[in-house]
């Protein structure tokens, strides 16, 4: 799965010269969190967050009147807070690469490039929704979730065994186990009930953590 598969686009971008306030009334409009910014000829040149747009207003605990504050964020703009080192990536990027990259950075969302060209926008909720397609968290079913030697065939063994007993495997994710040699492995299971299902995969598998 690439990036280009599941970012956001087309992209809303807004510009340098905009006032801090009007960016952050664009934001809740559209329900976003973040602008990518762009300068009169589409180029990239920042990237500026809610949390940006709310830090440069003036504390509630301020002594000025509301007609000056007012004054005062009619003069800051999105220029003056953005983020102006701002972390691409390209289309052809992994998605496992980009929210490697989101995790290790502390950010919540990447701008996708094709060239200079700025072409979507990768986020946290784009992440977010590939993590529920790949748990089947949408899905109907009995959600098991088991130990297993990490050794050739455990998988084959345990999906051989689950056909076997009428179930279908519309989910599954496999994550480092607790102990070196082992892994888990979760997954969503239609068309078997639950008993039968546990039966089922008991041979083959260390431990059964959880099913329901």
């Given at each position: 799965?690439?990036?280009s598969?599941?970012?956001?686009?087309?992209?809303?971008?807004?510009?340098?010269?905009?006032?801090?306030?009007?960016?952050?009334?664009a934001?809740?409009?559209?329900?976003?969190?973040?602008?990518?910014?762009?300068?009169?000829?589409?180029?990239?040149?920042?990237?500026?967050?809610?949390?940006?747009?709310?830090?440069?207003?003036?504390?509630?605990?301020?002594?000025?009147?509301?007609?000056?504050?007012?004054y005062?964020?009619?003069?800051?703009?999105?220029?003056?807070?953005?983020?102006?080192?701002?972390?691409t990536?390209?289309?052809?990027?992994?998605?496992?690469?980009?929210?490697?990259?989101?995790?290790?950075?502390?950010?919540?969302?990447?701008?996708v490039?094709k060239?200079e060209?700025?072409?979507?926008?990768?986020?946290?909720?784009?992440?977010?929704?590939?993590?529920?397609?790949?748990?089947?968290?949408?899905?109907?079913?009995?959600?098991?979730?088991?130990?297993?030697?990490?050794?050739?065939?455990?998988?084959a063994?345990?999906?051989?065994?689950?056909r076997?007993?009428?179930?279908?495997?519309?989910?599954?994710?496999?994550?480092?186990?607790?102990?070196?040699?082992?892994?888990?492995?979760?997954?969503?299971?239609?068309?078997?009930?639950?008993?039968?299902?546990?039966?089922?995969?008991?041979?083959?598998?260390?431990?059964?953590?959880?099913?329901?």
């Amino acid at each position: 799965m690439l990036v280009s598969e599941r970012m956001t686009k087309p992209v809303l971008t807004i510009t340098p010269d905009v006032p801090v306030q009007e960016a952050l009334a664009a934001m809740r409009k559209e329900h976003i969190r973040r602008f990518p910014v762009v300068d009169k000829h589409g180029k990239l040149v920042g990237i500026v967050s809610e949390s940006d747009l709310l830090n440069a207003s003036p504390s509630e605990a301020t002594s000025l009147s509301v007609w000056e504050v007012n004054y005062l964020l009619s003069k800051i703009t999105v220029e003056r807070v953005m983020a102006k080192d701002v972390i691409t990536v390209t289309e052809d990027t992994p998605i496992e690469e980009a929210a490697r990259i989101m995790a290790d950075k502390k950010i919540g969302a990447l701008p996708v490039m094709k060239g200079e060209k700025l072409v979507g926008i990768i986020t946290e909720t784009n992440l977010f929704r590939i993590f529920l397609e790949l748990l089947g968290a949408r899905s109907d079913g009995v959600r098991l979730s088991v130990m297993m030697k990490d050794q050739p065939g455990g998988i084959a063994n345990i999906s051989g065994a689950i056909r076997d007993a009428g179930g279908n495997i519309v989910s599954l994710v496999t994550t480092a186990g607790d102990a070196p040699g082992y892994g888990q492995v979760t997954m969503k299971v239609q068309g078997v009930p639950l008993e039968k299902l546990s039966k089922a995969v008991w041979p083959f598998v260390e431990k059964v953590i959880d099913i329901r």
